[in-house]
């Protein structure tokens, strides 16, 4: 997800871009996103371009009891402000744009890379212990058998009474 803003760099502040996104799949380095749709707006700045944006994304993702494989839905938003490298009307480096690290910059072409930032919001939005569903089972300790599919024969050994009604 590539958007050239050098158009928008050139125009005054306040000036606005709307963008449909509706991607079939996207690799986001480390994440398998199968499905991307929202709509994302760029707003030039003094200092750049402000991505302002929401998103529903379906990801690849394993359940945290079962192991299985399973699509998790996420909602999400982004809210970024985008610094540019190179002056767009010199094409100099632009001395006066301090970057913090961790900050987000369009390349020397212009080209907002809108993948980062997505990539970011998901890690933040997923869940800690993602579930396949909310009645998963889980896996026995024991045998390693996938409760969801069948029941074992393991004996349950309960050390605390206080803790039985856990085991059931």
């Given at each position: 997800?590539?958007y050239?803003?050098?158009?928008?760099?050139?125009e005054?502040?306040?000036?606005i871009?709307?963008?449909?996104?509706?991607?079939a799949?996207?690799?986001?380095v480390?994440?398998?996103?199968?499905r991307?749709?929202?709509?994302?707006?760029?707003?030039?700045?003094d200092?750049?371009?402000?991505?302002?944006g929401?998103?529903?994304?379906?990801?690849?993702?394993e359940?945290?009891?079962?192991?299985e494989g399973?699509?998790?839905d996420?909602t999400?938003k982004i809210?970024?402000?985008?610094y540019?490298v190179v002056?767009v009307n010199t094409?100099k480096?632009n001395?006066?744009?301090?970057?913090?690290?961790g900050?987000?910059?369009?390349?020397?072409?212009?080209v907002?890379?809108?993948?980062?930032?997505?990539?970011?919001g998901?890690?933040?939005t997923f869940?800690?212990k993602p579930?396949c569903?909310?009645?998963?089972?889980?896996?026995c300790?024991?045998c390693?058998?996938?409760?969801?599919q069948?029941?074992?024969?393991?004996?349950?050994e309960?050390?605390?009474?206080?803790w039985?009604?856990?085991y059931e």
């Open positions: 997800m590539e050239n803003v050098a158009q928008l760099l050139k005054p502040v306040g000036s871009r709307q963008v449909e996104v509706s991607e799949s996207a690799s986001l480390d994440i398998k996103a199968d991307i749709d929202g709509r994302v707006r760029f707003m030039r700045t200092l750049g371009i402000w991505a302002k929401r998103f529903q994304i379906e990801v690849a993702a359940c945290s009891r079962c192991l399973y699509t998790q996420l999400m809210d970024e402000q985008y540019p002056n094409g480096w001395p006066e744009v301090s970057l913090e690290e900050s987000f910059t369009l390349d020397i072409n212009h907002l890379h809108l993948g980062e930032a997505l990539r970011q998901i890690v933040s869940p800690l579930l569903n909310d009645g998963c089972r889980g896996i300790s024991q390693g058998s996938d409760l969801n069948m029941s074992c024969n393991c004996r349950k309960y050390y605390d009474s206080r039985a009604i856990l």
